[in-house]
């Protein structure tokens, strides 16, 4: 079984008169409160500083999202 | 006109400020849904208390950040010297 | 009532001139998903909705504006210095002859503002899973305005926002779990 992602795929319809550069694959977003269903108590938390530069107490919540320049860069995952 | 320069512990003593603050929205906002949870609530309750120490710290030095008799005046009044927080 | 807090809900900083950032940006200031059509959904719909999560709807709301705050920061800082011939390539020339550098509330197309982005249909269901729906497009505008950012410090606040509307979506369904009174049922099954 595939590791688990919050980013999903799936591949497009490639036509030969497609105009620009194919991109053969796309991704899309599942954030974790899908997954999470009503929190449970006693979730493992940030300290107050993490927590604010997160943007999240919980870390279940936790889910960086790095724009396509940072990609580039080699940010993100 | 005269422009005071921010220290450096404004920026300092503001980013522990948001921090708990941000704990207490986080917590609110949990609780609002989660009302049972005494764990939760203990935390809650504390870092409220540790909030009005830090809020009274940070009022003394740079003034106050609540007005309509949440926080105390200076003299003269100085609810409005700037700079509002979008100009910092 | 409301009480004003001189700060910020968390730190932003602008490390570039780029008011192009700012045209992109207003779309979470005056846009059918952005800051103020949250703000104003929330509270609004708390006055037809069972009491049990009229005080999630009143805290979600109260932080929307914090939100809103952090964004006009971000296009006031933009703007402020920006010379008028920055600001036409930047293409705010036509929001700078009717505004100068004055904030309106439009989306990143420049259409007004309008009451029409906040459904109140005063059926609970429906509501919430309109504010769930609400809370997700607005994640997925942070994503594409990230996306088209290269303002490593813009991006930093705009991920705390992104990440918000993940806590809010999560809040506003177990709000509809609350009310379909079903948790504890489902313990003893
Ligand atoms: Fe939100």
Redesign the pocket.
Known sequence: MAKFTLRKQYRPYVSPFDPCPSIRVKTYVTPPNLYVGFQPEKLPQFNAKQALFAGTLWKVFYDPYYGSEEKEKGGGQ | MSQKELPKEFYEMMEELQAIDFVLVELTLYLDTHPDDFEAIEQFNENAHARQILKQKFEQQFGPLQQYGNSYSGYPWNWDDPPWPWQI | MWVYEKKLQYPVKVSKCNPMLAKFLIEQYGGADGELA?ALRYLNQRYTIPDKVVGLLTD?GT??FA?LEMIATMIYKLTKDATPEQLKEAGIGEHYVNHDRALFYTDAAGNPFTATYIQAKGDPIADLYEDIAA?EK?RATYQWIIDQSDDPDINDSLKFLRE??II?SQRFREAVEILKEDRDRKKIF
């Open positions: 949250a979600i932080e929307e939100h809370e607005a918000r509307e809010h």
